[in-house]
């Protein structure tokens, strides 16, 4: 089993969302985050004054998956994710000993 976490531009989430749901993927954590890589911030303007904005606002997409879906949950994510420009995200991928359903304590694979 694999976790995967995907960091990506906020306007991307329903898309990523609605074809992770196209192929299977029933649950998923979505964490409104602030961050910045190469990206480095910007510069904005605010009632006529300059200030810099250095963590530029992301969403991090969480997924738990068996190891058959992991090539296609991430071919997925990088396709819906990707603008072509910076700051497009990153996806992390994540080996899991276990997982375990609270409700039924039903484990591995089965509490995906």
Request: a neutral charge; glycine letters at 10%; charged letters at 35%.
């Amino acid at each position: 089993m694999k976790k995967i976490e995907a960091i990506i531009k906020p306007f991307k989430l329903d898309e990523v969302k609605d074809a992770l749901n196209d192929i299977g993927i029933q649950g998923m954590t979505v964490t409104e985050v602030k961050g910045f890589g190469r990206q480095k911030g910007h510069v904005e303007l605010y009632r006529g004054a300059e200030y810099d904005v250095s963590f530029i606002p992301k969403v991090k997409l969480e997924v738990v998956v068996g190891n058959d879906l992991l090539d296609k949950v991430i071919s997925v994510i990088e396709t819906k994710a990707k603008t072509g420009k910076i700051g497009d995200g990153k996806i992390f991928v994540y080996s899991l000993d276990d997982v375990i359903r609270i409700r039924t304590g039903e484990k591995g694979e089965a509490a995906i």
